[in-house]
């Protein structure tokens, strides 16, 4: 059985990364890190933030590539898609919006002298599959959701993001953007009417991206996924919608990132566990979970190191 180091969202720490690589026994041969026996799986957002765009992309994509590692599309790069693509009724897929700039500045800075190069990275980041799932393992950027991941293969037959899915998954009355919305972004459920909380760039929300595998959990407060020090914000009243998803611990594993968590690496439940801790947050981590095959998931085959700057 093919062991995996499965790595969490990235954003441009390329110093981080060739550190954890190396702690998990990668080495470099011929410009690319490689393991004898195990493959990285990658969870996606490489890109924005960081001050090494290049360097991340020049790391992965070559293992990617020559089969040393497998990897899925995360949010960051399905914007970085949108963004650059041109809406046929006008402006881009993703509005130019100070906001937006923001956030990508760091990629279009790394790219700005060269716009070839740009532009095929953006065509790479399409053969990037929206989830894998390999039987006795599973991967997806944030959420596993069966129904909208079932709906995507009766209508594309694949897990791609085709130009037609694309363009749809632009328009909120398609079912397309809730599936990107969902499965590359996160469960999210409206808060009741006047209450909002601020996300950890300071916009204003009326709706909170939830806990979508916490079966126990009733109130908005306790399927609450974000800051921290906006917990106190959000009312701890019941939620009378059904908007959890029953992953059953007979099912197999399932790994995620996009969550920025705290703390200590742990598993969100028996078979599901989130790679992300915060890498691009001051004092955050770059985390690996090494799977050998287990169903039952163990705290002790997480794997991190420290953000250095």
Same mark, same amino acid.
């Given at each position: 059985?093919?062991?995996?180091?499965?790595i969490g969202?990235?954003?441009?720490?390329?110093l981080?990364?060739q550190k954890?690589? !190396?702690k @998990?026994?990668?080495?470099?041969t *011929?410009?690319?890190?490689? =393991?004898p026996?195990r493959?990285?799986i990658f969870l996606?957002d490489?890109i924005?933030?960081?001050n090494?765009q290049r360097r991340?992309?020049?790391?992965?994509?070559?293992?990617?590539?020559?089969?040393?590692?497998?990897?899925?599309m995360g949010?960051?790069?399905?914007n970085?898609i949108?963004?650059?693509t041109?809406?046929?009724?006008g402006?881009?897929?993703?509005?130019?919006?100070?906001?937006n700039l923001k956030?990508h500045?760091?990629f279009l800075?790394?790219?700005?002298?060269?716009t070839d190069?740009?532009?095929?990275?953006l065509?790479?980041?399409?053969? !990037?599959? @929206?989830?894998?799932d390999?039987? *006795?393992?599973?991967?997806? =950027?944030?959420?596993w959701?069966?129904?909208?991941i079932q709906?995507v293969?009766d209508?594309y037959?694949q897990?791609?993001?085709?130009?037609e899915?694309?363009f749809?998954s632009?328009?909120k009355e398609?079912?397309e953007y809730q599936?990107i919305?969902?499965?590359?972004?996160?469960?999210?459920?409206s808060?009741p009417s006047?209450k909002?909380?601020?996300?950890?760039?300071g916009?204003?929300r009326?709706?909170i991206r939830i806990?979508?595998?916490?079966?126990?959990?009733?109130?908005?407060r306790?399927?609450?996924?974000g800051?921290e020090d906006?917990?106190?914000?959000?009312?701890?009243?019941?939620?009378?919608?059904?908007?959890?998803?029953?992953?059953d611990v007979?099912?197999?594993?399932v790994f995620?990132?996009?969550y920025?968590?705290n703390?200590?690496?742990k598993t969100?439940?028996?078979?599901i566990a989130?790679?992300d801790?915060?890498?691009a947050?001051?004092h955050?981590?770059?985390?690996?979970?090494s799977w050998?095959?287990?169903n039952?998931?163990?705290n002790n085959h997480f794997?991190f190191?420290?953000?250095?700057e």
């Amino acid at each position: 059985m093919q062991a995996f180091d499965i790595i969490g969202d990235i954003h441009g720490q390329a110093l981080e990364l060739q550190k954890l690589l !190396l702690k @998990l026994g990668y080495q470099e041969t *011929n410009g690319i890190y490689q =393991h004898p026996e195990r493959k990285v799986i990658f969870l996606g957002d490489f890109i924005d933030r960081g001050n090494y765009q290049r360097r991340v992309i020049d790391i992965v994509r070559p293992m990617i590539d020559d089969g040393h590692a497998l990897a899925v599309m995360g949010n960051h790069e399905y914007n970085a898609i949108s963004f650059a693509t041109e809406d046929p009724n006008g402006g881009f897929l993703r509005k130019h919006s100070d906001k937006n700039l923001k956030q990508h500045q760091a990629f279009l800075d790394a790219y700005a002298s060269d716009t070839d190069e740009y532009l095929e990275l953006l065509s790479w980041f399409k053969t !990037l599959p @929206l989830w894998i799932d390999l039987g *006795n393992l599973r991967i997806i =950027h944030a959420c596993w959701d069966p129904d909208l991941i079932q709906t995507v293969i009766d209508n594309y037959q694949q897990p791609y993001l085709t130009d037609e899915f694309l363009f749809l998954s632009a328009y909120k009355e398609n079912w397309e953007y809730q599936a990107i919305e969902t499965l590359l972004k996160g469960k999210e459920i409206s808060l009741p009417s006047g209450k909002s909380f601020l996300d950890k760039e300071g916009n204003e929300r009326t709706e909170i991206r939830i806990k979508w595998w916490m079966q126990e959990a009733t109130t908005y407060r306790d399927m609450f996924l974000g800051p921290e020090d906006a917990i106190p914000t959000i009312p701890d009243e019941p939620v009378t919608d059904d908007c959890l998803i029953n992953y059953d611990v007979t099912q197999p594993p399932v790994f995620m990132g996009h969550y920025w968590m705290n703390g200590e690496p742990k598993t969100l439940a028996s078979n599901i566990a989130c790679v992300d801790w915060s890498v691009a947050r001051v004092h955050g981590k770059l985390v690996a979970y090494s799977w050998m095959g287990e169903n039952e998931l163990n705290n002790n085959h997480f794997a991190f190191v420290e953000r250095e700057e």
